[in-house]
């Protein structure tokens, strides 16, 4: 259930993100801070989707713990 959760709320922000983009232009929508968080926010969740697509969870550097 919590992937199902994740697919679809990383898509409601890519839409989001990319309303944004196509209503205030490129320009505007790096200017304001909120923007840029939102943008960071949707890329690291396209990234953690490919990732877990692609079977990575398994990256030495991403592990946390002894």
């Not at 922000?13 to 923007?35: M, R």
Request: aromatic share 16%; glycine share 4%.
């Amino acid at each position: 259930m919590l992937k199902k959760f994740n697919l679809f709320f990383t898509g409601v922000f890519i839409i989001e993100a990319s309303l944004k983009i196509a209503a205030f232009g490129p320009k505007n929508y790096i200017h304001n801070a909120w923007n840029r968080f939102d943008f960071f926010v949707v890329v690291c969740s396209i990234m953690d989707l490919i990732m877990e697509r692609m079977n990575l969870e398994a990256i030495p550097i991403l592990t946390v713990g002894p």
